[in-house]
């Protein structure tokens, strides 16, 4: 099964370059249906992915870069991950460079003079305005740094820590069987707020973007039990039910459910891949919200209606009360 990364990067600072030499090798790597001369173009640079561990657990291994490099050439970038409007840019160069200890993939990329909006895009990425960006990619094996297997099938968990025979190591993944990059992508300054794009190793979701989970409910049954992934940016979060009852829930009683932490949720996304069970996806809609709650709209197989979602609180703990309503 192919999974799907996504990873947050830095614009370069870099704003002179051989537009010349640019040029013949856009002409050369992109062939373009008409060659661009260095007055045609803007140029620039982003550094995309380093050797070092990133916060999800994950990191890209030396031996895996200039494969990396090779997928990145001709891939678009786009504003935003806007999928549906066109590649604003390509990327047409990408290098190996060493930073200190580390190194990265720096990528350049190159877009049209004359194509609409070439030059807000250029004063907003020179203006600090589209200060990051991120990048999409496909890979099928989360190679576990302990044990060497696919770390969705053994036992660690990437950022904890192991006894090993050289002391004790914490976790991680490298990034294997790398497939495609499907594209990268400019964002707003600070609008890594919407963190679900860079919540890593969830199945299923190649070539979606995030816009694309928003506003969608995944829905896992195994026996007794239900796993509901809300895509909301009010609710950002799992419930997990131990009892999915799904005729007391006709009869308006209330199911209880455990929401699922961040960081657990990475945790349980790399295990969900392990239990059989069956899963439906629907769309969502906040219809109402209050001090006690949401009142959503579900769409789709199991869950089609309306419900309620409150918090509560039982010996400590927090809870998620979830009600059909007439
Ligand atoms: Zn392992």
């Not at 260095?38 to 031996?63: H, Q």
């Not at 496909?138 to 660690?156: A, M, T």
């Not at 919540?199 to 995030?210: K, Q, V």
């Amino acid at each position: 099964m192919n999974l799907y990364g996504r990873l947050m990067v830095n614009l370069s600072e870099e704003r002179d370059f051989d537009r010349e030499r640019f040029a013949d090798l856009i002409n050369a790597a992109i062939k373009p249906p008409r060659n661009v001369s260095a007055e045609d173009i803007y140029v620039r640079a982003i550094y995309l992915v380093s050797n070092k561990v990133n916060s999800y657990g994950g990191r890209f291994p030396d031996d895996e870069l200039s494969n990396l490099c090779e997928l990145i050439i001709d891939s678009p970038v786009l504003v935003g991950h806007n999928k549906s409007g066109l590649p604003i840019a390509r990327n047409f160069k990408a290098e190996v460079i060493e930073r200190g200890d580390e190194k990265w993939v720096k990528v350049w990329f190159y877009w049209l003079k004359e194509s609409e909006g070439s030059k807000a895009l250029l004063s907003n990425i020179d203006g600090g305005i589209y200060k990051e960006g991120s990048i999409g990619f496909i890979f099928s094996r989360p190679e576990c740094s302990i044990c060497g297997d696919d770390i969705r099938n053994c036992s660690h968990a990437p950022l904890k820590r192991y006894p090993t025979e050289n002391g004790e190591q914490v976790c991680h993944y490298d990034y294997r069987n790398i497939e495609k990059v499907l594209e990268t992508s400019l964002v707003f300054r600070g609008a890594t707020r919407d963190t679900r794009v860079t919540n890593e190793l969830i199945a299923d979701m190649a070539g979606e973007t995030s816009e694309a989970d928003t506003n969608r409910y995944k829905l896992k049954r195994i026996k007794d039990s239900a796993i509901i992934a809300f895509g909301h940016e009010d609710i950002l979060f799992t419930v997990i039910f131990p009892q999915f009852n799904l005729s007391s829930l006709k009869t308006k009683k209330s199911l209880v459910g455990y929401p699922v932490s961040r960081e657990k949720e990475s945790h349980l996304n790399l295990r969900l891949d392990k239990l059989k069970g069956k899963q439906e996806s629907g769309k969502l809609e906040i219809t109402k919200k209050t001090r006690n709650g949401f009142h959503l709209n579900l769409k789709g197989g199991t869950l089609d209606g309306k419900y309620l979602i409150r918090p509560a609180f039982w010996d400590r703990k927090r809870l998620i009360l979830f009600t059909r309503l007439a």
